[in-house]
């Protein structure tokens, strides 16, 4: 059975696995994480932080002492990604904080990945090495050549087994293709092509070419003073390489076909919801910007992801989402706060499980949230070091907005706001999930498991 059918709220406790960072009062900016992704089979789990480093965890094989427990995640390599620059032409400091990171399907015994700071898309190669080669004729063990005049017979170079080793190899860099900042990477299913989506641009690459790609959509205005929105996200479909959609900072999703034109400035589909008036606010523009979007697993449904809800969108109906559930309504009447201290513009991603039965997104305090959109029951829950002992069951946390306040129950006055989930991540076919709270990486698993 697929994790996440049956009536997902009631079947699955969660419990606390691990937890990956220090225990530190002042968190160095440079070790926030900034984004978190599993391969495609779950086995492998990378993060990346502000200060451009790639770290990636491997799952430990079941023991046979325990094999009702399944395997911790352990780091399996540290490499740095990206470096900061300078752009000497504009004037700008070039951040190395790594955006996203994509996995590619694993084709041999290397892994694959993309990374991406605001810039340069780079292409890691993750391999082992458990063999070294010994005995070359040219030169000594220590790697200095030998005299020639000494060498009078001919070796056989031979493999020696060696400690494992595992190195990360830059393998492409995509450099130079955008002027502003890219906010998305996807890897098109088709395996061979990927794009990158900045504020303005969405580029198309091919794997094999570094030094050009096709620009597959420029919503730039010709006068800068007419520009009214900006490219908030952008993915390819799971299963059509010629369609992906993005989204923008009024709220709308754009449903594109590569087949139509090289260039796809005009949309197939146009996704928005009519705004209702009584709700307008000075607020209603910015908290309407969708800060991130994903195709469901099966490619029928869109989930979006805006500062208040997270709506899900059926392919096949543009006018309004199928279903939209409320991540933090309670913020509602903090929206003035928010914006003084510059919260109202964080942007929160979302993720499906594996059956696309369940969401996941992060809030405040922090506080993560779910939605059973079979039975519509959701939950909200914390990445805490105060309950991380072993296989601790997580409580569900309530806000409340005013009045009397129970015993287990938070004010929605008393919220950090300073410690928030914005990243997450959900095991392809596990109830396995990775939360990241500031410099620490949480992994919760289902009680099963």
């Known amino acids: 059975m697929v994790p996440g059918l049956g009536n997902f709220m009631q079947d699955v406790l969660w419990c606390f696995s691990q937890v990956k960072g220090t225990i530190d009062i002042g968190v160095a900016e440079a070790d926030i994480i900034s984004t978190v992704e599993f391969n495609h089979t779950g086995e492998l789990l990378a993060t990346g932080d502000k200060g ?43 951040e190395e904080k ?22 340069t898309v780079k292409l890691w190669k993750i391999s082992e090495r458990d063999k070294r080669p010994e005995g070359y004729n040219l030169k000594d063990e220590d790697g200095r050549l ?43 299913s088709d395996y061979e092509t990927y794009m990158s989506a900045d504020d303005l641009r969405i580029n198309l690459w091919n794997f094999e070419i570094t030094n050009q ?12 003073e007419e520009l009214t929105e900006v490219i908030t996200a952008a993915e390819f479909h799971p299963h059509h390489c010629n369609t992906f959609v993005y989204s923008s900072s009024k709220g709308t999703i754009r449903l594109c076909d590569m087949r139509t034109s090289a260039l796809c400035d005009r949309h197939a589909k146009f996704f928005e919801e009519p705004e209702d008036p009584s709700n307008r606010s000075f607020f209603s523009e910015i908290i309407s910007s969708i800060s991130d979007v994903k195709f469901s697993h099966s490619g029928r449904y869109i989930m979006t992801r805006d500062y208040l809800t997270v709506k899900v969108w059926d392919l096949n109906m543009e006018n309004r989402p199928i279903e939209t559930y409320q991540v ?54 914390e990445a805490s070091r105060e309950n991380s002992k072993p296989r601790a069951i997580l409580k569900p946390r309530k ?51």
């Open 328 to 381: 933090h309504d309670y913020l509602r009447s903090k929206l003035c706060s928010l914006y003084e201290n510059d919260c109202i513009f964080d942007k929160f991603e979302c993720v499906w499980n594996g059956s696309d039965s369940v969401i996941m997104t992060g809030s405040y305090n922090n506080f993560f949230r779910m939605f059973d959109r079979n039975t519509k029951r959701d939950v909200t829950l």
């Open 213 to 224: 790609s096709f620009n597959i959509v420029d919503i730039k205005p010709a006068n800068m």
């Open 98 to 119: 790594i955006n996203k990171i994509r996995w590619l399907p694993q084709q041999n015994a290397a892994y694959f990945l993309l990374s991406t700071n605001d810039k």
């Open 52 to 94: 451009g480093r790639v770290v990636i965890f491997q799952r430990e094989q079941e023991s046979k002492n325990q094999p009702h427990r399944r395997g911790e995640y352990n780091v399996y390599s540290t490499f740095q990604s990206h470096e900061p620059e300078f752009d000497y032409l504009k004037s700008l400091e070039i």
């Open 399 to 449: 806000v409340c907005i005013g009045g009397k306040r129970r015993k287990d129950e938070i004010s929605v006055d008393s919220l950090d706001f300073s410690k928030k989930i914005l990243h997450t991540a959900w095991h392809p076919t596990e109830n396995i999930i990775a939360v990241a709270a500031t410099n620490n990486l949480y992994i919760f698993q289902d009680k099963v498991n």
């Open 146 to 188: 030998r005299d020639p005049s000494m060498i009078t017979m001919l070796r056989v170079p031979v493999l020696r087994p060696m400690d494992l080793m595992v190195e990360a190899t830059p393998r492409r860099v995509f450099a130079n293709a955008h002027t502003y900042h890219i906010n998305s990477i996807s890897v098109n």
